[in-house]
């Protein structure tokens, strides 16, 4: 599976959105872009995936360049609980096999009040 | 629902003690996996198993080792712990076509 780099800090206004950014350049035709998010002390949650065409849940919106080298997770209006650390990784459909998959260590996200 | 249940969710070890984590899912997931977590790593996979009966080695696994009676439970056995197996540890499952993976709350071990 393809690496992935995210910055690692970013900032955040209550209210404001939050744009968080991966690269991917690696990424083969069958990789899906999956975003996750760990909040202090607890597991990583599911928020999206996508594979070419830009996403959207009760969570937040996935859009994802035409070239498929980037993408870019979107919380349309942060709140304090927003506040935690988010994974962008890459993976094929075949989930019998995580062993590849980099988790790397993610873009802390700070939303302030 | 209780999802992917991890047990103790803390537990201090001496050197040379043996555990078992517990891991357990109620999804029906074939995959289930261990990650351990330390500061300035990110998550690193230790064992995983594609279904009952079958598993395999991660990026980690010297330590440790696991077993898939069933579909439900995978749990994860220190034999001899080290100080080096002080960190926070993940179960994971995922079902084969759904693909979203679902992670337990982490059992904090530390090791004296």
């Known amino acids: 599976d393809a690496k992935t780099t995210q910055p690692p800090s970013m900032d955040c206004a209550e209210g404001r959105a939050a744009n968080l950014p991966c690269n991917h350049s690696?990424?083969?035709?069958?990789?899906?872009v999956y975003w996750y998010r760990q909040i202090h002390s607890q597991g990583p949650q599911y928020i999206i995936h996508?594979?070419?065409?830009?996403e959207t849940n009760e969570m937040a919106s996935l859009i994802i360049t035409e070239d498929r080298k980037s993408s870019t997770l979107i919380l349309p209006h942060a709140t304090l609980r927003d506040t935690a650390v988010y994974y962008c990784?890459?993976?094929?459909?075949?989930?019998?096999?995580?062993?590849?998959?980099?988790w790397g260590l993610g873009t802390s996200l700070g939303v302030n009040p | 629902n209780a999802g992917v249940t991890q047990t103790p969710k803390f537990q201090v070890l001496k050197t040379g003690q043996s555990m078992t984590l517990q891991c357990a899912q109620d999804?029906?997931?074939?995959?289930m996996s261990w990650y351990r977590q330390d500061p300035g790593m990110g998550l690193r996979l230790i064992h995983y198993?594609?279904?009952?009966?079958?598993?395999d080695q991660g990026e980690v696994p010297n330590g440790y080792n696991v077993s898939r009676s069933t579909t439900e439970d995978f749990p994860l056995r220190l034999l001899s712990a080290a100080p080096s197996q002080t960190s926070v540890y993940f179960c994971?499952?995922?079902?084969?076509?759904?693909?979203?993976?679902?992670f337990g709350e982490g059992s904090w071990l530390t090791v004296v």
């Open positions: 999804m029906n997931h074939e995959y």
């Open positions: 994971a499952t995922s079902g084969v076509t759904g693909n979203t993976i679902y």
């Open positions: 690696t990424i083969s035709g069958n990789e899906y």
């Open positions: 990784i890459v993976r094929a459909l075949n989930a019998g096999n995580n062993r590849k998959l980099i």
């Open positions: 996508g594979l070419k065409n830009n």
């Open positions: 198993s594609v279904g009952a009966g079958i598993t």
